[in-house]
Nanobody
Framework: QVQLVESGGGLVQAGGSLRLSCVAS????????MGWYRQAPGKQRELVAA???????NYADSVQGRFTISRDNAKNTVSLQLDSLKPEDTAVYYC???????????????WGQGTQVTVSS
């Protein structure tokens, strides 16, 4: 009953920008941390950026200074601004959120379907 839907992926040239968005919907009581992960072919899924419910952010070293994560608690959304893109940023990007559903006690981990980001050289 809870769903994360992502948008904003696409093809961009090196040095360009993209903005990814993710909206959570359903019977949501509250959302804890939210984040973005990515997975390139043949590689392990890795954390790109995360933001806590209090607004504290963390970034992977490889994207520090280039990507910016933000959230809108009123809209249950999290966004990722990708600037100065490099070919090595090419991957499927996944939205992640810890969500407590209405009438449930514990938080559970939810994932979006993924959106492809391709950066050409």
């Amino acid at each position: 009953q809870v769903q994360l839907v992502e948008s904003g992926g696409g093809l961009v040239q090196a040095g360009g920008s993209l903005r990814l968005s993710c909206v959570a919907s359903g019977t949501i009581f509250s959302i804890n941390a939210m984040g973005w992960y990515r997975q390139a072919p043949g590689k392990q899924r890795e954390l790109v950026a995360a933001v806590t419910s209090g607004g504290t952010t963390n970034y992977a070293d490889s994207v520090q200074g280039r990507f910016t994560i933000s959230r809108d608690n009123a809209k249950n959304t999290v966004s990722l601004q990708l600037d100065s893109l490099k070919p090595e940023d090419t991957a499927v990007y996944y939205c992640n959120a810890g969500i407590r559903r209405r009438f449930y006690r514990d938080y559970q981990d939810y994932w979006g379907q993924g959106t492809q980001v391709t950066v050409s050289s």
